[in-house]
């Protein structure tokens, strides 16, 4: 049996929504809804409701669905207004009703069932309602008391952003879900609109929190910011007003908890997780928490059952609609990156910003629109945007699919042998414009581990000529690129599959570092280099440098990442020197940019040389995002091509927030604020994800590594599943008759003409 005794704190959507499907599921429940507000107060104004969510709602309560078919607006398009031209971008779908309304509608539903809605009405506390109930909703938002006063159990950790925003309203409707920036004296601001009712707008006005305080809004009150917004656009406006309703200017917090129950307490909506307006999801993921928190009290035989199951069902959403709000946020919070791009291309940039909707899945929604944003961009009718040429120097990459640098571990004496070969070579027949080897050591001291492959004997640059003529005749216009570099701290540990970081057991070899500091407890000190000792290896590299243009290497670049040595100068938390290599930003450069001129003197002009930058530690006072921009701006400097954009890895601590395409947005900042061409990497997954983020001008190249190893032929089986034979991508002779995927058994069946009930 079900709780029969349920309290609900907060009357929100989710809230509301949490007591009438419990009642509706057992009349029997005795359900009490506190909400401290009156009945039709309310703090926003139109609510945005997905296609899924509604699916949901229809099964669950058929009543509720129907009451909000009544009062639905929807409308199709999006429209993107930046330096006074419009772009309107297609099927879409959207459906959206006054928040008041659906409050309303929820609250007639919970009394025709019987809830006990009391409002203006303090609820006592969870702790206090949990000794006399079976279950306790608690819906009491982002500012959530229950989440607080157990916040020992349920571990909650909210991060304020750097925008304010404003929600208002107009009266009159959109035709379109609306986007439109100010670029003003103080700084660029944003506006949010779209339709709620036949004659009513939500508007949302946002700007970073310097330019809110440079216009005066922190001075002004309600009715003078009002007022201002509607002046600064009032183009969008039709010189229309704005109201407000409660309204006030805000920073978005976005909330995270590490438990969502405790004993019979749960939380739902925002008390339990929150998701950047931009994307529109607060109160759908506040109704699909009421729908499968009352779906697992259902199913599950006791109420604690039910509320794991309820977290292990809800988290994975919650968390791929956060990572989506999160990089929306972000988007917004840089908007300044991007004013310069051409207006359709920025449209683009910004429906895409959420990895949400991608290139593929916006040319089915509207073809005419992303061909027009190809074209712009220069893709020849029918060439997807990763299957475009990039030079660099004098080395044109026929794509943009750069198979990322991957550490093999099977070398022997730092000679790449067959496997080498054979892993190379396949993937420089799988169509890829840039192959790059593994990390390659410019001494046997700057190995990691007794796998690595070298450049420091003639031996070992002949087995790379080797490799590198295979792939340029048996793949000609694959260029194939070294990436050098030197082990630092990090190195004299066991291959990769016998312990990642772990210290040799014998055979170990001195390390030497920025400083002797070591990676992680366990782990070798390293010697400071002495100032003769750095020029020693300098000259190591230069060494490499000069056998990897013999051995025909189309493109070098330097691995300033990772923790490895010249990254250990570069992080303030590897980097602890207090002479003129030490210290401030421009110290902690000198030594990696003494390396890159130095390989760049006897590298051939001709080619390009790249940099791989950690552009965050991932570890408070480390390298940050402000920081690689700096970083790349000095290599830019010295006559660096592009920058390959990685993170972590500096310290054993480090906390990085994964996901998909997690790395992608430093590179994109670097690019936007520089110009610097940039390599993007980091769970780009996808043929999609790669024309997405070239096509929106985040990245000019991406590389992508676990993908290769699934799947050597990667680039030609993306080519082949988008139906492109052009010059980006070229079939081997042999390998030909490949270029279409196999056939398969039908797998469906002829469905009945009549089903007859019996």
């Known amino acids: 049996m079900g709780p029969l005794r349920v309290a609900v704190i907060g009357g929100g959507p989710g809230g509301l929504y949490a007591a009438a499907l419990l009642k509706r599921l057992d009349p029997r429940r005795d359900i009490t809804l506190w909400e401290r507000n009156a009945p039709d107060d309310t703090f926003g104004f139109g609510v945005v409701l997905s296609d899924e969510t509604l699916g949901g709602i229809e099964h669950a309560d058929p009543v509720v669905h129907a009451a909000l078919q009544a009062e639905f607006v929807r409308w199709d398009d999006i429209d993107v207004v930046h330096r006074g031209t419009r772009h309107t971008s297609g099927g879409h779908g959207f459906a959206a009703l006054g928040r008041r309304r659906l409050l309303e509608i929820l609250h007639e539903r919970c009394r025709q069932l019987g809830v006990n809605l009391r409002f ?34 349920f571990r909650p950790h909210v991060e304020e952003h750097r925008c304010r925003y404003i929600w208002l309203a107009a ?54 910011s009002v007022e201002s917004c509607a002046k600064i656009f009032t183009d969008a406006l039709g010189g229309r007003g704005l109201r407000s309703n409660n309204s006030a200017w805000t920073a978005f917090r976005t909330v995270v908890n590490e438990k969502w129950s405790h004993g019979n307490v749960v939380l739902v909506g925002d008390s339990a997780h929150t998701a950047h307006f931009s994307i529109g999801s607060g109160t759908k993921l506040a109704v699909e928490d009421a729908l499968a928190l009352a779906a697992c009290l259902q199913e599950q035989p006791t109420t604690a059952e039910a509320l794991a199951a309820y977290e292990a069902e809800r988290r994975p959403v919650v968390a791929s609609t956060q990572r989506a709000a999160r990089a929306s946020l972000e988007w917004f919070e840089n908007l300044g990156l991007y004013l310069d791009q051409p207006a359709r291309q920025f449209a683009f940039n910004l429906l895409t910003r959420s990895r949400r909707v991608t290139h593929d899945n916006l040319r089915l929604r509207d073809p005419h629109f992303t061909e027009a944003v190809e074209r712009d961009f220069g893709c020849p009718p029918g060439t997807p945007p990763m299957f475009t040429p990039l030079r660099l120097r004098d080395l044109t990459l026929r794509n943009r699919v750069v198979v990322s640098p991957m550490d093999m571990y099977s070398a022997r004496a730092g000679v790449p042998g067959d496997f080498h070969l054979v892993h190379l070579g396949a993937r420089a027949l799988g169509g890829a414009g840039l192959v790059m080897t593994e990390m390659v050591c410019v001494s046997p001291e700057g190995r990691i581990t007794p796998g690595c492959a070298g450049l420091y004997t003639p031996e070992q640059a002949t087995a790379w000529r080797r490799i590198t003529e295979f792939a340029h005749t048996q793949a000609p216009g694959t260029a194939v690129g070294v990436q050098l570099g030197h082990s630092g701290r990090k190195g004299s540990t066991k291959l990769m599959w016998e312990g990642i970081d772990e210290p040799l057991p014998d055979g170990n070899w001195p390390l030497v570092a920025a400083s002797p500091l070591p990676y992680k407890p366990g782990s070798q000190t390293p010697h400071e280099l002495t100032a003769g000792e750095l020029a020693d290896v300098r000259e190591q590299f230069t060494s490499a440098a000069l056998r990897a243009a013999d051995a025909g290497f189309d493109l070098l670049e330097l691995h300033c990442a990772h923790g490895y040595l010249l990254s250990g100068f570069l992080s303030p938390l590897s980097n602890h020197r207090t002479d003129g290599y030490g210290g401030s930003l421009t110290n902690r450069l000198r030594f990696p940019l003494e390396v890159f001129d130095a390989v760049r003197d006897v590298w051939p002009g001709d080619r390009p040389m790249t940099v791989r930058i950690s552009a965050t530690d991932w570890a408070d006072g480390g390298t940050d995002a402000n920081d690689a921009v700096e970083i790349a701006r000095a290599f830019a400097a010295h006559g660096a091509d592009a920058i390959d954009v990685s993170t972590g890895q500096v310290v054993a601590d480090e906390k990085p927030a994964y996901g998909r395409s997690y790395q992608v947005p430093f590179a994109d900042r670097i690019r936007n604020e520089t110009g610097i061409p940039v390599i993007s990497v980091g769970a780009i997954s996808s043929w999609d994800d790669v024309n997405s983020l070239i096509l929106a001008g985040r990245t000019d190249l991406c590389a992508l590594a676990r993908p290769h190893l699934y799947d050597p032929h990667w680039t030609l089986h993306a080519a082949a599943e988008q139906g492109y034979a052009g010059p980006g991508v070229a079939w081997p002779k042999p390998y030909e008759a490949g270029s279409r995927p196999p056939q398969t058994g039908r797998l469906d069946a002829p469905k009945p003409r009549l089903t007859l009930g019996g």
Not at 176 to 183: I, L, W
């Open 120 to 153: 203006r009405s303090q609820a006592p506390s969870a702790t206090e309602l949990a000794r006399d109930h079976d279950l306790v909703v608690a819906a009491d938002g982002v500012h959530s008391a229950t989440r607080e006063a157990h916040a020992h159990a």
């Open 171 to 224: 009266d009159f409707a959109f035709d379109a879900f609306r986007f439109e920036t100010a670029e003003t004296e103080h700084g660029v601001m944003q506006l949010h609109g779209y339709p709620y009712s036949a004659s009513d707008s939500t508007v949302i006005v946002e700007m970073r929190e310097e330019v809110w305080r440079a216009a005066g809004f922190d001075e002004l009150d309600v009715r003078e």
